[in-house]
């Protein structure tokens, strides 16, 4: 819970008032029973309509006093509540941004979207409650148990013999419940894992016939999840009820016993009211205290895994001491670079070295699953190599701040994403630029035309630009990558949706550049990288062949393989 006051110590002025002012309500609440009591004790004992009048106005009095300081305090409490959560919301944001995609690979989409919605919506709550009710709902239990012992002292032990009961109710139920929240939550994720897995693959799905495996599975998740939602909220439900037998058996023993006092006259009639209504207040704050109990064993668990998410350490994108050359030229080098997914010797990249030039044309090729993607993301630091160097005109890129090295390379990544708003909005997304900017780079990247077809750069961009074909998508994120002209510039098997006349121009268009970007293409078409000035050719995670399209061709086996794999002997001649 630390983690939680931290924030809320931001707005402790008000932090203070909310609970300041539901005890001064408080107050205002336990003096009602006494004036009803002096309201039948001499008012009407003695029949002066007066004397009623009167204190019947002080009754009216302590309701408006003590509504205006409840809507002061909950005011108070619910501007905590609301801030707290937004700070925490926004703090927990900029973290998962500043993790490395491999933390986040490692804890899962479906994890963090809980934490930052579900999670913080229980710490919220709990704030509310908790600055509105810890404070008031003891203070009346114990002020209600002070005020009948003034009353009558007698009386107080069955106040006392009642809540005792009830403290131990709610200890047994809490410690039951709590612990299976925790594990309530454990299982929404997994049916949120499997919620997310299955809209992503909904086709895929489909196209295997896997429909009725997928529903019975997720079946099997979502009932796993019920039964322990409803096995606790029996137990929790429990609260309320005993809450209500036990404050209403001390009733019936309270009126008892005060009649057989009334009749031997040690009370009057009125003192046994302002009991009944003391033990009623009890009832009412125990029923607030028990809910509240229930919130805070959801928010303590919710704070606990946001708090945990919030200490992980990124161990990738965290470690650039922000060297900042002036300009850089593109010139990139590894140095027998090695990487492992899982930080074993097992290497997914093994002993990869290759240079390229500023301002050169580097090809990447190989079949699926031999690394080619992996390289990439160690060019730009979205990983560390597992051992040696990747440089960037001879700087380590674990040495050159994000911020930089986001200006230094244009990517475009294998899944063309864009996002909801329009064209302008997404090519604007690295850096601002005008409309000829924007216009002259959807011309290099072949996309100009289609969308002067549609509105412009007003056209709307629906979420992850559900509303282009797959080309469209490749196009104008390959016009993103190239607002502010990077020095580096990144294509993914970004062209693989693209007819063979389209790519042609394409890379026509990207070789006309005015300021001549280093260029790396990766690949499975021999086309796209054929008139690259170098070409690495990785197998199984290793180099197998690294040279121009001519030297592979005579003296790499796999790149033989591909090319004509492709284009058969008798074509690749008339070529």
């Not at 992980?312 to 002036?326: F, I, Q, V």
């Not at 510039?489 to 890379?507: F, N």
């Not at 006309?512 to 070409?535: E, F, M």
Request: proline share 2%; glycine share 8%.
């Amino acid at each position: 819970m630390s983690f939680i006051f931290k924030y809320v110590k931001k707005y402790k002025i008000r932090a203070i008032l909310a609970p300041l002012f539901k005890m001064l309500e408080a107050i205002f609440e336990l003096l009602v029973p006494l004036v009803m009591a002096a309201i039948i004790n001499q008012g009407i004992g003695n029949s002066d309509k007066g004397y009623i009048i009167r204190m019947s106005g002080v009754l009216i009095l302590l309701a408006v006093i003590g509504l205006g300081l409840a809507l002061i305090a909950q005011y108070f409490s619910a501007y905590v509540a609301v801030h707290t959560a937004s700070d925490i919301r926004m703090d927990l944001f900029n973290k998962i941004l500043s993790l490395s995609k491999k933390v986040k690979d490692s804890v899962g989409e479906e994890v963090l979207t809980t934490r930052i919605t579900n999670d913080i919506n229980q710490i919220m709550n709990a704030v509310n409650m908790v600055l509105r009710l810890f404070l008031r709902s003891p203070f009346i239990v114990f002020g209600a148990m002070i005020m009948a012992a003034f009353v009558d002292a007698k009386a107080s032990i069955i106040f006392i013999l009642v809540v005792g009961l009830l403290a131990l109710t709610v200890v047994f139920i809490m410690r039951f419940t709590l612990p299976r929240y925790k594990e309530i939550a454990a299982r929404l994720e997994k049916v949120l894992g499997a919620t997310s897995e299955n809209l992503e693959g909904a086709r895929v799905i489909r196209a295997f016939a896997r429909t009725d495996s997928e529903k019975k599975e997720f079946k099997e998740k979502t009932q796993s999840l019920t039964d322990l939602q409803i096995i606790t909220g029996k137990i929790s439900a429990l609260l309320n009820p005993l809450t209500y037998v036990m404050v209403n058996i001390g009733i019936v023993v309270l009126i008892y016993f005060s009649g057989i006092r009334v009749n031997r006259g040690a009370i009057m009639t009125g003192d046994v009211v302002a009991l009944v209504n003391y033990m009623s207040q009890i009832l009412i704050e125990l029923v607030k205290l028990a809910n509240l109990i229930v919130l805070i064993m959801k928010a303590i668990p919710s704070g606990d895994r946001v708090n945990a998410l919030m200490e992980m350490k990124s161990d990738e994108r965290t470690k650039g001491l922000g060297h900042e050359p002036g300009e850089f030229s593109g010139a990139i080098r590894m140095e027998n670079v090695s990487f492992s997914y899982t930080g074993s010797m097992d290497f997914d990249l093994a002993n990869i070295s290759i240079d390229i030039p500023a301002g050169s044309v580097f090809g990447i090729i190989g079949g699926t699953g031999s690394g080619k993607t992996t390289l990439l993301r160690l060019l730009n630091h979205t990983f560390d190599a597992t051992e040696g160097d990747v440089l960037l005109d001879g700087i380590n890129v674990v040495d050159i701040s994000d911020e930089k090295l986001s200006q230094v390379f244009g990517i475009v990544p294998q899944k063309a994403s864009l996002f909801a708003g329009t064209i302008r909005s997404n090519m604007t997304m690295k850096n601002q630029a005008s409309d000829v900017e924007i216009i002259e780079m959807l011309k290099n990247a072949q996309a100009y035309d289609f969308v002067m077809a549609k509105e412009g750069l007003d056209t709307e961009v629906l979420a992850k630009g559900n509303n282009f074909s797959g080309g469209q998508k490749q196009r104008l994120t390959i016009a993103r990558a190239l607002m502010g002209q990077p020095k580096v510039l990144v294509l993914d098997d970004s062209a693989s949706a693209l007819d063979l006349g389209t790519e042609a121009k394409l890379r026509s268009a990207l070789s006309a550049l005015p300021w001549k970007p280093t260029v790396i293409i990766v690949s499975q078409r021999a086309s796209s990288v054929k008139s690259a000035d170098q070409i690495l050719v990785l197998e199984e995670g290793k180099c197998v062949g690294l040279g121009s399209h001519e030297k592979l061709l005579d003296s790499c086996q796999a790149y033989e393989e591909i090319y004509y794999c492709q284009y058969p002997k008798e074509e690749a001649c008339n070529e």
